[in-house]
């Protein structure tokens, strides 16, 4: 007991936060299998995991790096179809359906950490709205080349094509990329146990990164570029390095989501879904990493839960968000819930900073 009251204030609000998803996993694993819950809220299970993993890797860039992406769904894009291809030659290889998935999901993310580098070295040069508008730029030209790619593999090897399903010049084999139809006949491989361990990984990555030296060094060139800089540190590293981490955890939560349903279009990685996912950043806070794992979660689930008001959900929805944002920036509540975080974290006199790596608000 002595060991825990006497941690570091960094280290116990990771275990705080470690503990929390743990809790809610079993929780839910408990309510699954005694079916007290509905089988739409079993099946919203993988996608909330999905987008959880999505709102803390997008909150390193936005929250914690204080640049402003909306490109995430360009690379959540890129970790899906990857993952899908590697799903289906792995078939043989690893016939373990969850090995399979885990190795799927690497490579997805290898995938998407590669066109978040190539697209993070002249990215990176930019601020503000300019780098907003290219990340947007990025995650419509990849949906319109997915849109445009045929690729497959037979006894001869893979086939890609920019043209046609014909074009691929196969012999059998099989066609896993169908250009604007996507990827159809997908095996289900995702399970709610892979999209916990993916949220588990996706914090370990995030948590550590923060309370780390090249965490405080994103931080300070968050805070002030100019000093940053004039104290020898690179910004462009080290606003790259949160940038392709963020990609890479992106592409495998897109290969875990595309592997939850039979058939994936390129189409739903638009726009939309990177307006989406900074959504439930800004609601859970910026660099508030607590926040955004709630409020993803409840964003996901209210759609469904209110759609027995038909066309008018996604005006309680919108209503919703505004209440939140409006009550969340108001000095009063603010106030009390500092007052409330300080007196769960205050320990032996000591407070606990306020920084992105405890739940604090970065912004």
Known sequence: MDKILHMSASTRSKLITYGMVVVAFVLMQWLSSAHAISSSTTGLLVPICVYVSLAISLNLVV????????????FMSV??????????????????????LVASMLVGG?????????????????????LAIVTLAFGEIIKNLLNNLYAG?????????????QALAMEGGKIVINGPQGAVGIPKLSTFFAGFLLIMFTLFVVLNLVDSRSG????????????????????????????????????????????NFSSIVPKKFDFNTSILILVFVVLGGMGNIRGGIISATLLTVLPEKL??????????YAIVLIVVMVFSNNPQVRLFIDSLRE??????????????SEGGDAS
């Open 216 to 259: 405080r060094a994103i931080m300070a060139v968050r805070d002030n570029r100019i000093a940053a800089e004039s104290v020898g540190i690179d910004t462009t590293k080290y606003r790259l390095m949160a940038f392709v981490v963020s990609a890479a955890l992106a592409g495998m939560a897109g290969a875990l989501y595309a592997q």
């Open 110 to 130: 290898a995938f998407a950490a590669l066109a978040g580098f190539l697209v993070g070295i002249p990215v990176m040069r930019l601020h503000g709205d300019y």
């Open 343 to 356: 007196k769960l974290f205050k320990r032996g006199g000591t407070n606990v900073p306020a920084d992105a």
């Open 307 to 316: 759609r027995f008001i038909g066309d008018y959900r996604m005006l309680g």
């Open 79 to 100: 970790g899906a179809f990857t993952g899908i291809f590697a799903a289906q030659l792995l078939t043989d290889i690893i016939p373990t359906p969850m090995l399979r």
């Open 63 to 74: 929250g914690i790096s204080g640049e402003l992406s909306l490109g995430h769904a360009g």
């Open 153 to 165: 593999f037979d006894a001869n090897g893979l086939h890609f094509s920019m043209t046609s399903a």
